[in-house]
């Protein structure tokens, strides 16, 4: 009895497809970032705890936190994040977020903050907290101390 031909191709094709849907795609986290902490008076802050707060909501169930304190500088640098992902993940984890309704997120998203005892400082641009959606690959961030 002959193979069936069509029959081999189309089941190459579904096995391949099931390959794909395994390997795994590098999706960014974070960027690379550098932040420095000043105080009010424009000078700037040593060890200070400054954190960074990230989590790809289209890749993965939790998010993560990196910690350091200021140098001399009043200056920390966080290493941008990748996770590598597979398309089969994602797609659970994009499903598992849209059953949140209006309060799902989708996509990257970080963003850093200072506090040391009664202050703190956040990222504001523009007059608005900022926090990384994606792009750009590099961020250069000044937290300035307030007391709160």
């Known amino acids: 009895m002959a193979p069936n ?5 189309r089941l190459s094709i579904a096995v391949f497809l099931l390959l794909l849907a395994f390997c795994p795609v590098k999706t960014m986290d974070a960027p ?17 705890l400054v954190r960074e707060s990230y989590q790809n909501y289209s890749a993965e169930w939790q998010g993560h936190e990196e910690d350091q304190y200021t140098d001399e500088h009043g200056c920390v640098h966080f290493a941008p994040k990748a996770a590598w992902i597979s398309p089969l993940k994602r797609l659970a984890v994009i499903a598992t ?34 926090a990384w959606k994606g792009a750009p690959s590099h961020v250069d961030s000044t937290l300035v101390l307030r007391s709160h």
Do not use: T
């Open 97 to 130: 977020s849209a059953l949140a309704g209006v309060h799902a997120s989708f996509g990257p998203n970080a963003y850093v903050i200072a506090f040391h005892e009664n202050l703190s400082g956040d990222d504001v641009k523009g007059g608005i907290e900022y």
């Open 32 to 48: 690379d970032w550098n932040v420095c902490v000043v105080d009010e008076a424009n000078q700037p802050v040593r060890g200070i």
């Open 5 to 9: 031909n069509g029959l081999l191709w």
